[in-house]
């Protein structure tokens, strides 16, 4: 009696283990850092046997980041990434409790295997801690930590045919780790965290593959075009080189003109030089003499568009691109007789980008 009742206990420890160790290391692999394509990455836990070690090389993986790699042909690891994607694309937690399952019954099979062959004791004790720690520890976290992306591609096919083998419990354990912790979908970035993670590539990684300045400096402007007004980068009105309807376009005005340098002038109503009614374009008085001393007012005028001075920039730059006019009048009051504040043009906004 004493002998069954001592055989019971030493059946129900290793299944009292397993499931410890399954929800133990659930923990640890669910917060795995991302593995680059050398491998370069946290180890993690010491813990576990080969197959924890492959589950450390799979969910280490970032679904972002295999994204990305899958999605460029000159990426060497780009094949791997994708039959790892595919994989963890049918269940991460699917994934997770397969191999963690699998690990529980290798390791807890070991000592059985090895009390037959020597007879129990010490000596299977210190045989399988020795295989263990070794061949399921030490040499394989060796490889895996440095090769995880490869490896995790390699034995993808192997792992999908161990999922489908253990179906029967690491699916319902799976679907309900989802329905407690929610799906993975990789790490995204906020506009902020974007910004400082294109700042790094300036520093870090290969000189041949580092951002220079003016890289950096473009695609920080591009990420906050959405958010910044025109208000911003706009022309003060009482900066802008502007001409009344009635004014004469003599020879000194002209001389004016085209010492100013630009190419389109606002024109306003006189009596009031916030009331705008048009556009002059420069290049259309290369016809007029100046002899003739005609106004303003008789040389055809582009329309000017009115906006708001909380306009995104984006939407302007957008507008711009339909070629309708590369020169937005900024008003309070659009379409009133007062209220403008300034005029934004095209070279601004990419004056903007390109931090000048």
Known sequence: MANAARYNMGSIRPAVIGMGRVFGASLTAVS????????????????????????????????????????????SQSKNAKRVLKLLKRGKHWVLVTLLLSNVIVNESLPVVLDRTLGGGVAAVVGSTVLIVIFGEIVPQSICVRYGLPIGGYMSTPVLLLMYLTAPVS????????????EDHG???????????????????EISERLNQDEVTIITAVLDLKDKPVAEVMTPISDVYTLAEDHILDEKTMDDILSSGYSRIPIYRSGNHLDFVGMLLVKTLITYDPEDRIPVRDVPLGAIVETRPETSCLDIINFFQEGKSHMVLVSEFPGSDHGALGVVTLEDVIEELIGE
């Open 187 to 205: 790490t995204l970035y906020k506009k902020s965290g974007l910004k400082t993670l294109v700042t790094l590539h300036k520093s870090l990684g």
């Open 32 to 75: 795995a850092f991302p593995v680059d394509t050398k491998g370069h990455h946290d180890a993690g836990e010491e813990g576990g046997s080969s197959l924890w070690v492959l589950a450390v090389a799979l969910m280490g993986q970032d679904s972002i980041y295999l994204q990305v790699l899958s999605g460029d042909p000159a990426e």
């Open 171 to 182: 699916w319902p354990i799976a679907k309900l780790l989802d329905w407690i912790l929610g």
